[in-house]
């Protein structure tokens, strides 16, 4: 569909960046991995337009497989870990010395 519009290596680079800024703005906005996985397939499909023989530069169909699935392994690890420190209490701040008792 994008090549009828722009060259196929155009296409491709245009569908890498929209993928790094959508796997930048999970950094800002955490949506719990659902951005971060969008970007992910818009890479590797980015990547994966690079794999036709007409493209500008080629890319190992191995090393796309193996980039993508250990970049869904790092959003997966990354979304677990982001999930489980959110479920941990309030350890600094007013909210934790709420029930305390002070000294003096």
């Known amino acids: 569909m994008l090549d009828a519009i722009l060259p196929l290596g155009a296409s491709a680079t245009i569908l890498i960046v929209i993928g790094l800024l959508l796997l930048a703005s999970e950094l800002s906005a955490p949506a719990h991995g659902v951005v971060a996985g969008l970007g992910i397939v818009a890479i590797t499909g980015g990547a994966a337009a690079l794999l036709c023989p007409g493209a500008a530069t080629m890319i190992n169909a191995p ?3 193996l980039g993508g699935l250990l970049s869904l392994v790092a ?5 677990t870990m982001s999930l489980s420190v959110r479920r941990r209490g309030i350890r600094t701040g007013r909210e934790a010395l709420l029930g305390m008792t002070g000294r003096c």
Not at 75 to 79: P, Y
């Open 63 to 65: 090393v796309l497989l």
């Open 75 to 79: 959003a997966g690890l990354v979304t």
